[in-house]
């Protein structure tokens, strides 16, 4: 069966500092990879999404980017945290030829002080 | 471009109270419908979906949704919630024009009172 991981489960960085949160998938192959903040009140919006390595869509621009190294590795970084960085960060995936229904990992609480 | 509203942002129920959560989208051509929730520190999850077909879909732990497609309206319902139905759901929609991309509603937290 699939599953997805995000890692680290929780972070907390000071202002300026880099960002790196890994998500993978396993248990299939060429997986579509998307990621999302989640904001209280807000819903989720789509930052990024990947139909394949080194293929990444920006939905939104902003101080983030993404890459993938890997067929089953999304990597969401920054170079300088912002404090409006703060946030839920959700990490999804569906299979490559069945884009209608997304699984989801569990997240990434991120903390911007 | 489209967009997914859902009306009630908090919902607080008592235990075997009756739930409908207001979804409306807006988009002219064909979608794809999903509800998902997110109980207390879990994974966000789907709890059903619609895609064609018979426009009221069951799903998971007792729920329901139509789809009123004059109405542009997903709803989401269950004749008697429990205590365990406290979570954060969330209505989305997809279509194939904008390349399956997910739009998200705001979500409705929902809490039960036992």
């Known amino acids: 069966s699939q599953t997805i991981h995000q890692w680290p489960a929780t972070l907390v960085q000071p202002v300026g500092s880099p960002l790196s949160l890994e998500c993978t998938v396993e248990g299939t192959s060429n997986p579509n990879l998307y990621w999302y903040r989640q904001a209280a009140g807000r819903g989720l919006q789509l930052l990024f999404y990947?139909?394949?390595?080194?293929?990444i869509s920006s939905e939104v621009p902003q101080n983030l980017s993404a890459s993938r190294p890997q067929d089953r590795q999304f990597i969401l970084s920054s170079k300088k945290l912002l404090l409006s960085d703060s946030g839920f960060y959700l990490c999804?995936?569906?299979?490559?030829?069945?884009?209608?229904?997304?699984?989801f990992g569990p997240g990434t609480r991120l903390t911007v002080l | 471009a489209q967009s997914v509203s859902q009306h009630n942002h908090h919902v607080i129920l008592s235990e075997a109270a009756s739930l409908e959560l207001g979804c409306n989208y807006s988009?002219?051509?064909?979608?794809?419908l999903f509800w998902y929730v997110q109980y207390p520190g879990q994974h966000l999850q789907l709890l059903l979906k619609?895609?064609?077909?018979d426009p009221l879909v069951k799903g998971i732990k007792g729920f329901e949704a139509e789809f009123i497609k004059s109405k542009f309206s997903f709803n989401l319902r269950k004749p008697s919630v429990q205590w365990s139905d406290t979570a954060e759901y969330f209505c989305?929609?997809?279509?194939?024009?904008?390349?399956?991309?997910?739009?998200w509603g705001a979500g409705t937290k929902l809490i039960i009172k036992p």
């Open positions: 619609y895609f064609s077909g």
């Open positions: 989305a929609v997809n279509a194939k024009d904008s390349n399956y991309q997910l739009i």
């Open positions: 988009y002219g051509g064909t979608v794809n």
């Open positions: 999804a995936w569906t299979p490559p030829y069945h884009t209608d229904t997304q699984y």
């Open positions: 990947s139909v394949g390595i080194g293929q």
